[in-house]
């Protein structure tokens, strides 16, 4: 089913921007936005950060850019990951750099650098994969959390098979079909059982497993 790709927010000042035009936004309203000049005393109290972008592989829709702490671990990004946009059943999951798997324990500064891509995969039977990319790396002293989001995609416009509507559930029978995306009428008169159905939400696990968002 075709995804009408949409434009993303910066969580910094609020503006839309594109996809393409996010991460230039971002290298310009985060130098404007990351240093308290009130609490700086020196370059001693400035912290270092990574700016990550992360999208589905297959779905490149859907996409974040985040500042994570350089001494944050592979597991707070995990938990991160799967609190926002993963989570159905406990699956396992997995960050690698070609075939080799990174440890969970391991800081994010002895493995990453800029220009980096990683791969991330959650549930190793219906599988979500993503896309880590590090943009670059900085320093603020505006720290709210290991993880926070720069950016994010807006909702992508799926269409309701079966008419003009936005969909707003989907029959994980019929999804592979093309007749799974559904919107709230279309969906009263759907033939498959209620049970199938899972909302339509903003994540690349979108239809897969259980999530619902």
């Known amino acids: 089913m075709q995804r009408k790709a949409l434009r993303?927010?910066?969580?910094l000042c609020k503006s839309a921007f594109s996809k393409s035009a996010m991460t230039r936004h971002l290298q310009s309203?985060?130098?404007?936005?990351?240093?308290?000049?009130?609490?700086?005393k020196g370059s001693s109290s400035l912290l270092k950060f990574f700016h990550l972008i992360v999208e589905g592989k297959f779905l490149p829709e859907y996409w974040m850019h985040l500042k994570v702490s350089s001494h944050a671990r592979f597991e707070d990004l995990d938990s991160f990951l799967r609190e926002i946009w993963l989570e159905c059943c406990g699956h396992i999951s997995a960050f690698r750099i070609g075939r080799e798997e990174i440890k969970k324990s391991q800081k994010l500064e002895y493995v990453l650098h800029p220009?980096?891509?990683?791969?991330?995969?959650?549930?190793?039977?219906?599988?979500?994969?993503?896309?880590?990319?590090?943009?670059?790396?900085?320093?603020?002293?505006?720290?709210?959390?290991?993880?926070?989001?720069?950016?994010?995609?807006d909702s992508p416009q799926i269409q309701c098979s079966h008419c003009d509507r936005l969909a707003?559930?989907?029959?994980?029978?019929?999804?592979?079909?093309?007749?799974?995306?559904?919107?709230d009428d279309c969906a009263e008169d759907h033939p498959c059982d209620k049970e199938m159905m899972l909302p339509v939400v903003n994540s690349p696990r979108t239809g897969v497993c259980a999530y619902s968002g």
């Open 29 to 40: 309203c985060m130098g404007k936005s990351q240093i308290d000049e009130k609490s700086t």
């Open 8 to 11: 993303g927010t910066c969580a």
């Open 115 to 153: 220009g980096m891509r990683l791969n991330y995969e959650y549930d190793f039977g219906s599988t979500t994969e993503l896309v880590v990319k590090v943009v670059s790396e900085f320093r603020s002293n505006i720290k709210a959390s290991e993880v926070e989001i720069l950016a994010r995609n």
């Open 168 to 183: 707003t559930l989907i029959c994980t029978e019929c999804m592979y079909e093309d007749a799974g995306w559904l919107c």
